[in-house]
């Protein structure tokens, strides 16, 4: 944190909104003041008297003057947060918590599993190594949703196909009928015996409902990752982001301060980290 | 140092008249006529009468520090200072672990910051107990040690006197101006050690079937002697909104056109919606589950991440339950096996 004071809130103007599905919409935002993360951090977005909640960028780590959130409509703050309109002012505080340590990524093979709106944080890690790709050996990149049509940045992971050194696998739960899909119908977790895993000391990422994250690792596990490089994203109530309201503790972690990105031996032991 | 009590009570009574520009307020520990046998907080502008050398007060110190309600962002702050009278060792410890949490990190809060630098802080020595106080079990004792500016320890018509930072030596030439002050003799201070000690023994012997070893491995403890143990909870909150410690937090937006405003206030880890996100789900919908969670939070959580236990032994808790559930009987009892 660059400021001491937590509460301080900085401005930021929003200039493009995206509606990605029935559900999710991406929206662009200018923060009055540079915002600069690292990927994986997340800011506290607030809606002027409504309240707040912690969302990861989907944009690639930057200094901060253009910043996006993919945020699916499931609660309150994040139903008025579909009601805002380009114009409409929203407020940032933050960056909070750990990073994807993609710096000592360099020269591995990454593999990436992004479910539903868990997709935001992981298209955020993803767009960051491919402005270095020649950095790392390779990315696998499996993205799954539930239908096609909650299926997220359908044109962009086209466009993304197309990046050497990527590969991209894709599968939905069901195609209900009617609706048109191009990838398989399986688990997030089927896909990986379609792609050539290279378990050791490679890292893999998961990000998704809590029960993808859950049959996600131990199906790594099971492949042969290393529990220190399985990184996971721990959803928990954060209502203040720098460890002082205590609703995510989990044991002596915080999960907005010491997470939201855990690897897995860290917090194995922990209670309910799946709930 | 020595003053006489009356003289040293009248000084507090009349500070803020007579010190203008620095002192803004002085709280004490007072008794009301309606509550004989409780101590509270209050702004004794209006000549209450004070009640410094029995047990800690009725509302935690930390209240007047970390308000239930207070805007944050932006924070208004004044010059002036406030004093504090009356606050017990227990209450000390408890700001001691809020420090640690709110100030020695990497952030800090900022009003909980300006309450404690703009403060005179005057604690006292125990010289009466409640049924509930158990400081002893966590090595706590009847009197400060440190954490004070100043602390008052009472010998018949006396206050010793002794400070323990600037603040307090600033407080001492204030009291200098209108109180005749006298050195110590080392036969008042005798007195002191053995009144202390009288007392710490009995606390003591009141507390003598619980120990700390009953306050570690609650987290490996049988979940059905948990729910045993909660069956009486009604799931009030009262036991962490009295508590010296509790620092969790809500975050409010009450912004308007012009600016953001955030507004924190106090939340409790034992209503269902605590740790409620986004869609509904819950990490502990059972009342047993967020029961057993106020005591991994205070003497495993807390303890890993501070290295001191969440718990003071101050007994507030006890004393505010409805249902008169008692946090040293609870520990003693989860390792019995049903």
């Known amino acids: ?275 | 140092m020595l003053v006489k009590v009356k003289e040293f009570e009248t000084f507090l009574h009349n500070c803020v008249k007579d010190n203008p520009k620095e002192i803004g307020q002085v709280i004490a520990a007072c008794q009301v006529p309606v509550n004989p046998d409780s101590r509270f907080f209050i702004d004794i502008k209006e000549g209450k009468q004070l009640c410094l050398n029995s047990y800690r007060t009725v509302e935690p110190t930390r209240l007047l520090y970390y308000f239930t309600r207070e805007q944050v962002e932006p924070f208004n702050r004044s010059d002036k200072k406030r004093i504090i009278v009356g606050v017990k060792a227990c209450d000390l410890s408890a700001l001691k672990l809020l420090d640690k949490a709110l100030l020695e990190d990497d952030f800090q809060d900022p009003s909980y910051k300006y309450w404690r630098e703009n403060t005179i802080l005057i604690s006292s020595d125990c010289q009466e107990f409640s049924s509930v106080c158990h400081c002893t079990i966590f090595d706590g004792k009847p009197w400060a040690e440190d954490g004070f500016d100043v602390n008052l320890s009472k010998v018949n018509d006396s206050y010793n006197i002794i400070t323990g930072s600037s603040k307090g030596d600033f407080f001492i030439e204030l009291l200098k101006r209108f109180v005749n002050i006298s050195e110590q003799s080392s036969i008042n201070q005798e007195k002191v050690k053995i009144k202390r000690q009288d007392y710490y023994n009995k606390l003591k012997e009141k507390n003598e079937k619980y120990t700390i070893e009953s306050y570690s491995d609650l987290r490996v403890q049988d979940i059905k002697n948990w729910n045993k143990e909660s069956k009486k909870c009604i799931g009030c909150g009262a036991c962490t909104n009295i508590c010296g410690i509790c620092y969790c937090l809500i975050l409010n937006d009450e912004s308007t056109d012009d600016q953001f405003i955030k507004v924190r206030s106090t939340d409790s880890c034992q209503l269902n919606g605590y740790a409620r996100v986004a869609g509904g789900d819950t990490p502990r919908p059972q009342m047993y589950d967020r029961f057993r969670n106020r005591y991994l939070c205070k003497f495993d959580y807390v303890q890993s991440k501070f290295n001191t236990y969440g718990c003071t032994g101050c007994g507030r808790c006890i004393e505010a339950c409805p249902a008169e559930i008692d946090i040293r009987e609870v520990v003693k009892n989860v390792k019995v096996v049903v």
């Open chain 1, 1 to 275: 944190m660059a400021d001491k004071n937590p509460f301080k809130t900085i401005p930021a103007k929003i200039y493009e909104i995206v509606d990605e599905s029935p559900l999710i919409r991406t929206i662009k935002v200018k923060p009055e003041i540079n915002f600069p993360f690292q990927t994986g951090q997340f800011a506290e977005v607030s809606v002027p008297n409504i309240g707040e909640g912690p969302f990861t960028p989907s944009s690639p780590q930057s200094f901060g003057f253009n910043l996006e959130f993919t945020i699916m409509k499931t609660g309150f703050v994040t139903e008025h947060i579909h009601k805002t309109k380009v114009g409409d002012i929203i407020g940032l505080r933050g960056p909070f918590g750990s990073r994807y340590p993609i710096d000592e990524w360099k020269g591995k093979d990454v593999l990436i599993m992004g479910g539903g709106v868990g997709m935001a944080p992981t298209r955020s890690l993803f767009l960051s190594m491919v402005d270095n790709i020649d950095d790392y050996n390779s990315i696998t990149f499996l993205i799954a949703a539930r239908t096609p049509a909650d299926m997220i940045y359908k044109d962009q992971i086209q466009e993304w196909s197309k990046i050497q050194k990527v590969k991209i696998l894709k599968a939905v739960d069901k195609v209900p009928e009617g609706e048109k899909w191009d990838g398989d119908v399986c688990l997030v977790t089927k896909l990986l015996e379609k792609v050539k895993i290279k378990p050791k000391d490679n890292p893999a990422v998961t990000c998704g409902p809590p029960i993808m994250m859950k049959f996600g690792t131990l199906e790594l596990l099971k492949y042969g990752y290393a529990e220190e490089n399985i990184y996971l994203s721990m959803e928990k109530k954060m209502y203040c982001g720098h460890g002082q309201c205590r609703h995510c503790v989990m044991g002596k972690y915080y999960a907005c301060k010491d997470g939201a990105v855990f690897t897995y031996d860290k917090i194995k032991n922990e209670e309910k980290i799946w709930e």
